[in-house]
T-cell receptor, first 116, second 116 residues
């Protein structure tokens, strides 16, 4: 069975500081990994995804994540936080497309606050 | 291209009633998935439809059901509502079933259901 653990339900950073949101996964098949962002009263927006190939994945809004198989991690980073980054972030895992584990399994989410 | 639309955006019902939520996928997308989001349980997969057939179902009671029409629009129904059904119900569409590769799931804004 697949699962996702996001360390820290709340993270607070100062504007301009590094953002690091942690995600560890468990999967019995080669994982596909995702980070989504949710702003208040909105749906989820895909930030980035890892399927195969390069382990450092760049996404929108300056975010990136690195797939580390040995550590079963897929942490999300951004060098310099902006006030507009304040939102809730979800890490998700799925199996390869077309398989029985093709649906998204989400972590509990990390709420990011950005202080001026 | 228009995004995923969900109607209604907000809904208030009382215990014992039933409710139907609607989701229109992005034009050309044939797969629709539904998720329930609550503060306690987070984001949980309900079911997935492709070509009017349910492909996958999450761990929810039979009171939760859905269907997909020939134009790929989907509805989900919850019968005999309980207080615990209060949640944000998110619909996501993708080109084909399963996740990964180009089969990214795009989420709608959700329907906020409150059960009194």
């Amino acid at each position: 069975a697949q699962s996702v653990t996001q360390l820290g339900s709340h993270v607070s950073v100062s504007e301009g500081a590094l953002v690091l949101l942690r995600c560890n996964y468990s999967s019995s098949v080669p994982p596909y990994l995702f980070w989504y962002v949710q702003y208040p009263n909105q749906g989820l927006q895909l930030l980035l995804k890892y399927t195969t190939g390069a382990t450092l994945v760049k996404g929108i809004n300056g975010f990136e994540a690195e797939f580390k198989k040995s550590e079963t991690s897929f942490h999300l980073t951004k060098p310099s936080a902006h006030m507009s980054d304040a939102a809730e972030y979800f890490c998700a895992v799925s199996g390869p497309p077309g398989g029985s584990q093709g649906n998204l399994i989400f972590g509990k989410g990390t709420k990011l606050s950005v202080k001026p | 291209k228009a995004g995923v639309t969900q109607t209604p955006r907000y809904l208030i019902k009382t215990r014992g009633q039933q409710v139907t939520l609607s989701c229109s996928p992005i034009s050309g997308h044939r797969s629709v998935s539904w998720y329930q989001q609550t503060p306690g349980q987070g984001l949980q997969f309900l079911f997935e439809y492709f070509s009017e057939t349910q492909r996958n179902k999450g761990n929810f009671p039979g009171r939760f059901s859905g269907r997909q029409f020939s134009n790929s629009r989907s509805e989900m129904n919850v019968s005999t509502l309980e207080l615990g059904d209060s949640a944000l119900y998110l619909c996501a569409s993708s080109l084909v079933p399963g996740q990964g590769g180009t089969d990214t799931q795009y989420f709608g804004p959700g329907t906020r259901l409150t059960v009194l």
